[in-house]
């Protein structure tokens, strides 16, 4: 199994922008699906977005279409998630996680995933 380890996150503005990243270690990435959740305060975690290691593609919650990029950098073993216009809505606990069984398909139930990362905090404030 993958570990997953976080950066980025953080306190910002309304409008603002924040950068969160996930290395794997352990073993490079291949065919996971690397998936970024989020958990609002007595919430359960959502899928915001995506990605298959393998080819790239990506999914996007509706509510981030447009704001947020998931990319990643083969070198670098590591998956990010760009943030742009944040909003006070965005505010949560995000946590990267890996679908290790990823043949495709995006799952948004997070038991589908094996290996998670910290978490790390995001506020906006307005």
């Known amino acids: 199994q993958v570990q997953l380890e976080q950066s980025g996150g953080g306190s910002v503005e309304t409008g603002d922008s924040l950068r969160l990243s996930c290395a794997g270690s352990?073993?490079?990435?291949?065919?996971?699906?690397i998936g970024w959740f989020r958990q609002r305060p007595g919430q359960g975690r959502a899928l915001v977005s995506a990605?298959?290691?393998?080819?790239?593609?990506?999914y996007y919650q509706s509510d981030v279409t447009g704001r947020f990029t998931i990319s990643r950098d083969t070198a670098k073993n590591t998956v990010y998630l760009q943030m742009n216009s944040l909003k006070t809505e965005d505010t949560a606990l995000y946590y990267c996680?890996?679908?290790?069984?990823?043949?495709?398909?995006?799952?948004?139930?997070?038991?589908?995933?094996?290996?998670w990362g910290q978490g790390t905090q995001v506020t906006v404030s307005s």
């Open positions: 352990g073993r490079t990435f291949s065919n996971e699906a």
């Open positions: 996680a890996a679908d290790s069984r990823f043949e495709g398909r995006f799952y948004r139930a997070p038991d589908q995933y094996d290996s």
């Open positions: 990605l298959s290691w393998m080819d790239g593609k990506t």
